[in-house]
């Protein structure tokens, strides 16, 4: 039967295993805690490819305990039952080791049915999940269980798994590999630090390779072939979308230019048009605001042309908007000043808005007292005149601070020449 060389190449042994260096270094926590043999409920969480399965199975190797491996895609609580019936029996004198697998797609009436037993101790429960554990797993699960953060493999280390498949598929074919200089490099740079799909791209490579007696030759545009568009991690619904978007905002924001420009490609990479493009717009008025105020009409200009233009073409647009945004001087005053007033108003405080400047274009309303002391600006010096606008309740609120920043100090210079002490 067919067996996916990502599979035959699989570790057996925590020292065979790539990456995950901060969990299985020499003195990382997870390493101390298999060899201990003492193996608490545990949650790995983090990207496909980077070892979680393989690890749950060195673990489930070097314990007592009988081991049961579910996919929560399609396993039901009919399969978590008929684990359960095995419990105290000789087929599971010591409990079991159960491997959950894509745990976020069980519900929460199928999560709670492992805690009874997790509980107890009978079922010790090993999960992973490729989302964020404290969205998608019942908070019983999360308490009684340990989550260690899988990372992506740098690119060194699948480079070593790269050339292992390749040494085992010249093993298993009985024949010698011939590689172009860069092969290796090219497929562990494209993988995005998944270590199986580097893998996989070995095998394919090597069943493509031309033969000439006992030697294959894998060319390197037959692996660039192979690797194009596969670098890319990114999954609109899941959490690296909103990693990379909070990244993309954060660099705008911070005014890193090439890290603004390098999660936008990603964004757009993925054919994320839309968020790329309201991401840029609020960064506009959010971290630029006041301090460029041309910024938001510029950046609305981009992003209609982008719109307009579609992929590839938007990019140009885009990276205009992102250069410009990351470059501009930053004032977050005006939306520090609307989510204060925005406060006031969500925790009751209004007040009735001052008689004075209620809508007087009616008949009668002169005799309820409406708009009768208003005073009109522009019938004043420099367009101003000091007089009550907000209720009485809020009559000292005072929201907006200007940013330091030209803009904003000018135009508070401005106002200090016409309010004088008022301001």
């Known amino acids: 039967m067919y067996q996916p060389l990502a599979d035959k190449i699989r570790p057996a042994e925590l020292c065979d295993m790539v990456g995950q260096e901060h969990l299985l270094g020499e003195n990382g926590l997870l390493r101390r805690l298999i060899e201990s043999g003492n193996i608490p409920n545990m949650i790995f969480y983090g990207p496909l490819g980077v070892g979680k399965t393989t690890l749950a199975q060195i673990i489930a190797s070097k314990t007592s305990r009988r081991l049961y491996r579910l996919n929560a895609t399609t396993a039901s609580t009919n399969d978590i039952r008929s684990i359960v019936s095995e419990l105290d029996t000789l087929l599971a004198p010591q409990g079991v080791l159960l491997y959950l697998d894509e745990i976020q797609y069980f519900n929460k009436k199928q999560q709670q049915s492992l805690l009874e037993f997790i509980e107890s101790g009978k079922i010790t429960l090993i999960a992973s999940t490729t989302e964020n554990p ?242 009109y600006p522009h019938d004043f010096p420099g367009n101003y005149v000091a007089q009550q606008y907000l209720p009485d309740e809020l009559k000292d609120a005072d929201y907006y601070h200007e940013g330091i920043n030209k803009a904003e100090q000018q135009a508070r210079e401005y106002w200090k020449r016409i309010k004088g002490s008022t301001l």
């Open 134 to 375: 404290y969205f998608y797993v019942y908070n019983a699960i999360l308490s009684r269980s340990t989550i260690f953060e899988f990372r992506p493999i740098p690119r060194e280390a699948v480079a070593r798994a790269v050339q292992r498949a390749f040494t085992l598929c010249a093993r298993n074919l009985h024949a010698k590999i011939a590689l172009d200089d860069g092969v290796v490099d090219a497929v562990a740079a494209a993988c995005g630090g998944d270590v199986r799909k580097a893998v996989n791209a070995v095998e394919l490579l090597t069943a493509a390779a031309p033969r000439d007696g006992e030697t294959l030759t894998v060319s390197l545009a037959d692996a660039k072939a192979v690797s194009q568009k596969s670098a890319a991690r990114y999954d609109r619904d899941g959490d690296s979308h909103y990693d990379i978007l909070s990244a993309f905002h954060k660099s705008l924001r911070g005014s890193d230019v090439n890290a603004s420009l390098h999660y936008l490609a990603r964004l757009l990479a993925g054919g994320d048009l839309p968020s790329a493009c309201r991401r840029l717009l609020v960064t506009a008025s959010e971290d630029v605001g006041l301090a460029y105020p041309q910024a938001v009409a510029i950046v609305k200009a981009c992003v209609d042309a982008a719109l307009q233009l579609g992929l590839p073409e938007a990019q140009q647009p885009l990276a205009q908007a992102a250069i410009l945004l990351a470059t501009a001087p930053k004032s977050n005053s005006a939306s520090a000043a609307m989510a204060a007033a925005m406060a006031d108003v969500q925790s009751g405080r209004s007040g009735d808005v001052p008689a004075h400047l209620k809508d007087a274009h009616y008949s009668g309303a002169a005799n309820m007292g409406r708009g009768l002391t208003y005073r």
